[in-house]
């Protein structure tokens, strides 16, 4: 059974800091991606960053390019999203997705998604 689970979401101020975590399980091993994706209030899901899960290879949106940083630990099969200098635009609901094949920022070529978690910038 394909899971992915997500923790770390929260409240915090403008320029504070959180780490997501995105625990993967069953056959989401196989996936070559997992990404972060986020949908802010009244807005579509959008691309934040994704890192091949067996090289390493990261990719950011421009709105975090700087200020985020996506890893993994591959022997705990969990995926992490830093995020820093958060802003109010960042707050949205965050979901990890894994990926077999596709575009790195198309969530339409994910094929698996955990269930998100909240994340709030106060200004």
């Known amino acids: 059974q394909e899971q992915l689970v997500e923790s770390g979401g929260g409240l915090v101020q403008a320029g504070g800091s959180l780490r997501l975590s995105c625990a993967a399980s069953g056959r989401t091993f196989s996936a070559r991606r997992l990404g972060w994706f986020r949908q802010g209030p009244g807005k579509e899901r959008e691309f934040v960053a994704t890192i091949n899960w067996s090289v390493g290879i990261t990719y950011y949106a421009d709105s975090v390019k700087g200020r985020f940083t996506i890893s993994r630990d591959n022997a705990e099969n969990t995926v992490y999203l830093q995020m820093n200098s958060l802003k109010p635009e960042d707050t949205a609901v965050y979901y990890c997705?894994?990926?077999?094949?596709?575009?790195?920022?198309?969530?339409?070529?994910?094929?698996?998604w955990g269930q998100g978690t909240q994340v709030t910038v106060s200004s």
């Open positions: 997705a894994a990926q077999k094949n596709g575009l790195a920022q198309r969530s339409m070529d994910y094929d698996y």
